[in-house]
């Protein structure tokens, strides 16, 4: 099932499986429910409606968007190569404790056909593609959406505390094209894919699978709600496999697709 968000000319409205939802919908109303029945529940909800609208990010204003750090080899051996410190993201990786950090809020986040941005600042900057976890209020994982987390890999490798700064900005986040409500069990090897056009030819293409993890989606999503309420629920970012080579950096222009199981996420940047 895949619950998407339409922009309508009565405002913003949640759609299942192509049909609309009635309007008083809400997904903080959805994340209320366990997950045991939040599928039940949204399905009895639907109506006969044809969904209609360009997408919209499938988040809401109320809730925030967290993400994980160092959870794949890959990444690890990157963030060592690019920083003047690497030894830290070898200690992440082995470490118990996952690297979590705050991304953006729900109203900050871009959606499907939106602009994602480089730092005006930064000159080495690249898309990450992330299976993105759904969150219910009491922690529960209960789907997922695909998720670019665009950083500034040259402010986060001169300095690591410089990382608020790497991952945050205006067009650093965008989620989409819906939420696929789905068991966790579902998401243990998924494809994960990214694939960067310039002037309509290709300049980089990547996959992994969610397998190759080193950390479990319920331990992140532990660690996330361990001294933190969430009453609307949250999205989490678990991380990235593909990481392209040390001579990319994005540009105006460049259309990036993002790939998760069966979804896309495509965007265009903006300088």
């Known amino acids: 099932m895949l619950l998407t968000r339409h922009q309508t000319q009565s405002g913003p409205r949640w759609a299942i499986d192509g049909r609309f939802l009635p309007r008083a919908f809400t997904l903080d109303l959805a994340l209320e429910y366990d997950v045991d029945r939040v599928v039940d529940v949204i399905r009895a909800l ?3 409606e044809p969904a209609a609208g360009a997408l ?3 988040i809401e204003p109320s809730q925030e ?4 750090g160092v959870t794949y080899l890959r990444s690890r051996d990157a963030r060592k190569a690019e920083s003047a410190t690497g030894d830290i993201y070898q200690k992440v990786y082995e470490a118990e404790r996952p690297e979590l950090f705050f991304k953006a809020a729900g109203w900050r986040v871009v959606g499907p056909g939106e602009a994602i941005r480089v730092r005006a ?3 080495w900057n690249v898309p990450e593609p992330e299976l993105t976890l759904v969150i219910n209020r009491r922690g529960a994982i209960v789907g997922y959406c695909a998720g670019n987390d665009v950083s500034s890999r040259d402010i986060e490798g001169e300095n690591p505390l410089y990382l608020p700064q790497a991952k945050v900005y205006n067009g650093s986040c965008a989620l989409g ?3 696929a409500l789905a068991d966790v069990d579902t998401l243990r090897d998924l494809a994960i894919g990214l694939k ?3 002037g309509g030819q290709p300049v980089f293409e990547g996959e992994t699978r969610t397998s190759r993890m080193k950390r479990s989606f319920e331990d992140l999503a532990t660690y996330l709600y361990r001294e933190l309420e969430f009453p609307r629920g949250a999205f989490l970012m678990t991380g990235t496999g593909i990481v392209p080579h040390e001579t990319f950096s994005l540009m105006a222009g460049d259309r990036v697709r993002v790939e998760v199981g069966g979804l896309a996420l495509e965007n265009e940047t903006q300088g």
């Not at 968007?65 to 994980?68: I, L, M, R």
Request: glycine share 6%; proline share 16%.
């Open 121 to 123: 600042d930064s000159r």
């Open 196 to 198: 960067i056009a310039r």
């Open 65 to 68: 968007v967290w993400a994980s």
């Open 46 to 48: 639907a109506t006969d």
């Open 177 to 179: 094209p819906g939420i």
């Open 56 to 58: 919209l990010p499938p």
